[in-house]
């Protein structure tokens, strides 16, 4: 029987082993971690944003990468990943954003059936095995038994990008394609937090959530909220934001999104009488105390004329020190260049290796578009490799 392995049993790699065995390959995952899937799992913790439910087109159009992902992703998009769910006795719901989560929120269920499905295909899931090279067509790996060697016929890799190491994605793997002559991009964190080193009287602000607020950089501008942290700022919008920030763009905040900037001027020009600053605020703007705080820290001396102040709790400029470590982030961009895969996801210089997953080099907001993406491209790989190996096998037998 045509013998087929899957290194990596992330979201990617356990759709392509899925693939592979309901092709009728033996199928083999190896993982480095005890168990599988350890960042999907932790991914639910907040509640797993399986993909969003929007027309195709806007969809596709924030993955970031070849046309060849967008039309990967086509294939496999939002109505097809909670159909997905839903065969595996998961139903979904669609929060008010759009995005889709499982009606458990959680991945543990989800995850759940889907083993005893793989399982039920015969999938054998070697754990606690970690890639550490390839020699011909053996690849290698370090388990709790010793070092151990497997010669599949046809091989997927998905070992993720290069944050949350702790859960098995640590971007190592990286050297061992460079080995064998593959190049990879560095490593960018997307979807990440920012340092900001606070002054001390933000620190009884740590942890609360700034909302609503309106994020501005460049032409772009996100409302929603993020949270203060004693790193820096982090959250839904701030990560929306994240890669124009990355790339240098100036970040501003709108802390009254819902007011126009006449409106606040007007607002802050009603008798103040002998109330304090921070009192005037509060009365006239309804600003809670983590926004007041923010509009101090970043706007102090604060103006006294109201027009400047306005303009100023519309466009507050937040000062930061760049990007969280990129082991924080939520995702990576670079990786495996596309220029080193064939159209089935299969690298040029390792003839029956494909890959697959976030250890490509695209990138996407958070929002389900990361799920979707390493659901979308496992299913192609697996299906490519299935075809690769089975006519493989067909020419050797001719
Ligand atoms: C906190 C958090 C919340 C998130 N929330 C969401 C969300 O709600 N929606 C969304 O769309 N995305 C979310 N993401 C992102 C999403 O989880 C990832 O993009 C996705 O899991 C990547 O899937 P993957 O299969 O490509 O890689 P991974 O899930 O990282 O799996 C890779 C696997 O490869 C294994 N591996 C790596 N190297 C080796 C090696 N050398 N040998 C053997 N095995 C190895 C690892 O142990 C791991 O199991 C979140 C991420 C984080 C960190």
Redesign the pocket.
Known sequence: MTQALV???????LMAAGELARAGLSMTI????PS?????L??G??????TKAEPLDEFLSQILGPEHLREIVADFGPKAVQNWARELGQDVFTGSSGRVFPKAMKASPLLRAWLAELDSLGVQIRRG????GIDGRDMK?VTPDGDQTLRPDVTVL????G??SR????G??VSILAENGVTCTSFLPSNMGFVVNWSDHMQRHFGVPIKPVRLHVGDMSVVGEFVVSSHGIEGSAVYAVSREVRNGAALTVDLTPDRSEADVKNRLAKPRGKASLTNHLRKTLKLDPAKIALLQEFGRPLPTDTKVLAKLIKVLPIRHQGPRPIDEA??TAGGLSFDALDNGLMIKALPGVFA????LDWDAP???????T?LAT?RYAGRAAANWAQNQMAETRR
């Open positions: 290194i990596g049993a992330g979201p990617a790699g190896a993982d480095a971690k599988p899937a350890r960042k999907f932790m991914a913790k907040s509640g797993l944003n399986l095995w970690y890639w550490t790996f998905a070992l993720g990008g944050s949350w859960l098995g994605s640590d190592k793997w939520i995702s697959a997953g976030e250890m958070t929002g389900g578009y990361l799920l979707t390493c496992g």
